[in-house]
């Protein structure tokens, strides 16, 4: 089981749950060592004094604040001391409607849970009473020398706890960006094709069918690397819209997004649906494999693709190299 990054007291009215904090999300980038170039030693990243070119130890470092000609120095017991509550209670300040929070203000998402079975109760009772009033906790409290804002939020029968945004650290879009169009007159033809694409495209939100191409392609790049095959680069970026072409890629891309669908219909431009004489399947029968590739390695498996010249082998998945090779038309 994973440590809490924070343990204390979350506190709504006069009810006290002691809580742990723990992190919720995970990253899968791929990480590089440093190396110099044309050798394998390792670039490191140190601790110098810029005046002696010596490695300083960490306990030797203090925090300071340029005043210009001098710098006033803070010790971390210092900060620690100073923080509000000193940083032991999570005190819900109101409670919320969450369709009144903007998403721009959501930063990174926690989970809560009950520090002993003790407090099940408590922390149960406030996810229900949360989750049946669809608002959300707001709080502030201190956490590695670090005050932020939160929302407490009930999901799916657990507590979750979001760093939010100060509002002053929300950047002005007007201020940022200097050429928005604000609302450019679109004609009826042109708003109502875009609607109807947005239509045609509409799905149901599941976010278990996106994952992280890039770094797939990244990790297949490395082992394509490593089983000596060459590194094939991905297509190049659409072009531009222009106006005078606007009207056109609409009406393609609607005819596209209204390919053949299971339930038998085809979308068209004016958004009804064709009917025709028999459901398109929603995949292709493959024939059955003539081997059983799942035991293989992938870099294995880079070999029977680059034998049978598969296209786009170097940018496949493991699982997609098998399913290419298991389909591809027997030679």
């Not at 005050?147 to 940022?176: C, F, M, Q, S």
């Not at 000596?228 to 106006?243: D, F, S």
């Not at 929603?282 to 680059?306: N, Q």
């Amino acid at each position: 089981m994973a440590r809490p990054v924070w343990a204390e007291n979350l506190s709504f009215g006069l009810v006290s749950l002691p809580v742990g904090l723990y992190t919720a999300t995970d990253s899968h980038t791929i990480h590089f060592h440093q190396l110099q170039r044309g050798t394998s030693d390792r670039i490191r990243n140190r601790r110098v004094n810029e005046r002696t070119g010596k490695e300083v130890e960490l306990d030797d470092i203090v925090k300071g604040y340029d005043l210009g000609g001098e710098y006033v120095l803070d010790e971390p017991k210092e900060l620690d001391e100073i923080a509000p509550g000193r940083s032991r209670a999570l005190d819900i300040a109101g409670f919320v409607d969450l369709a009144g929070v903007d998403p721009i203000f959501f930063d990174k998402t926690y989970y809560l849970g009950p520090r002993g079975p003790e407090y099940g109760k408590v922390y149960s009772l406030l996810e229900q009473a949360l989750a049946k009033a669809g608002k959300a906790g707001v709080a502030t409290f201190v956490m590695r020398q670090h005050e932020y804002l939160v929302a407490l939020k009930a999901e799916n029968g657990l507590l979750t706890l979001h760093t939010l945004h100060w509002a002053d650290e929300i950047r002005d879009p007007k201020k940022e960006i200097d050429n928005l169009p604000g609302k450019t007159k679109a004609s009826d033809k042109e708003l109502k094709m875009a609607e109807q694409l947005i239509e045609a495209l509409s799905m149901e939100w599941d976010p278990g069918e996106f994952h992280d191409t890039f770094q797939e392609k990244v990790a297949a790049m490395i082992e394509a690397k490593q089983a000596g095959e060459t590194v094939e680069k991905a297509e190049p970026p659409a072009e531009p819209t222009g106006v005078v072409d606007l009207m056109e890629a609409l009406r393609a891309s609607v005819e596209r997004a209204g390919s053949p669908k299971p339930a038998g219909g085809k979308a068209t431009a004016s958004g009804k649906t064709a009917a025709t004489k028999k459901p398109a399947a929603k995949k292709r029968i493959r024939s059955a494999p003539a081997e059983d590739l799942s035991g293989l390695s992938k870099a294995d498996l880079y070999k029977k693709a680059a034998a049978a010249n598969l296209p786009g082998r170097s940018q496949m998945t493991r699982g997609d190299l098998v399913k290419a090779l298991t389909s591809a038309p027997a030679r």
